[in-house]
């Protein structure tokens, strides 16, 4: 069965259950231990860093033959904590695999450019810059980042396989304008760890004018992270869609 949560992040050490911290795992894994009376496994579709929220991360599980995905999501909201929402279940061919069997991602990135994106109300989502931004610089940031490119400058250097190429190909990269600032919007087959955080990064600092347009082209082409910017910070980035083959989902939803 395909679980698709919602989550604030702040609350949570991420993704993965880690033994003495809070986790989205962990608290799912508990809930769903609560409701089967035996232990369950949650596997998600990916790991989400600390502070990083999601309203369409994937969780994989197999639970008692009793439980139907709508009695399941109706009982799982009744205990989760408030930070947590199942959004949807869904019945899924045995030959699921929530990370494996994933064929694109989706992530969204927020940045703040008037004066009340440091509100309480609005920074705990969003990246709170307080000005604004070369609007065209960051168009042509996000066009040079789509198909297939080598993205080690926008990794976490030794998070991924030595023999991994760390290719990745992006379908959609854009900026749009929303009240009160922009969102960065980007999908791909796959992402490297903090790869989305590094991207929105250099492009801030190139967009205030603290680096050339061209260094986005340069990266795509470097062998590590050494000139890349500091990744953005995780409170503003969103997991928002992960997508499956058709033929998983039963009754070809």
Do not use: K
């Not at 009340?116 to 070369?134: N, V």
């Not at 926008?154 to 959609?172: K, L, M, N, S, Y």
């Not at 590094?198 to 004018?209: E, H, K, P, S, Y």
């Amino acid at each position: 069965m395909q679980l698709v949560l919602h989550y604030d992040g702040a609350g949570f050490s991420g993704w993965q259950r880690q033994p003495a911290t809070r986790t989205v795992q962990g608290v799912l894994e508990g809930a769903l231990e609560r409701l089967c009376n035996a232990p369950v496994g949650a596997l998600g579709a990916g790991r989400t860093d600390s502070g990083v929220h999601a309203r369409g991360q994937a969780v994989g599980v197999r639970v008692p033959l009793q439980w139907d995905a709508a009695e399941l999501r109706r009982a799982l909201n009744a205990v989760l904590p408030a930070d947590v929402w199942v959004a949807d279940a869904v019945e899924m061919c045995d030959a699921f695999h929530a990370r494996y069997s994933a064929t694109g991602r989706r992530y969204s990135y927020n940045v703040g450019t008037d004066r009340e994106a440091s509100s309480p109300f609005r920074r705990r989502w969003e990246w709170a810059l307080g000005a604004p931004l070369h609007r065209e610089a960051l168009v042509e940031c996000a066009a040079a980042l789509i198909g297939t490119h080598c993205f080690r400058a926008f990794a976490v250097r030794g998070t991924a396989p030595v023999a991994d190429d760390h290719r990745c190909t992006i379908v959609e990269a854009a900026w749009r304008e929303r009240p009160g600032g922009l969102l960065f919007e980007v999908e791909a087959n796959r992402f490297l760890h903090h790869m989305v955080r590094f991207l929105v990064g250099t492009m801030i600092d190139i967009a205030r004018g603290r680096r050339p347009v061209a260094d986005m082209v340069r990266l795509l082409a470097a062998e590590d992270n050494g000139s890349t910017s500091a990744p953005a910070p995780p409170h503003g980035l969103f997991l928002d869609i992960v997508r499956y083959p058709r033929e998983l989902y039963l009754g070809g939803t």
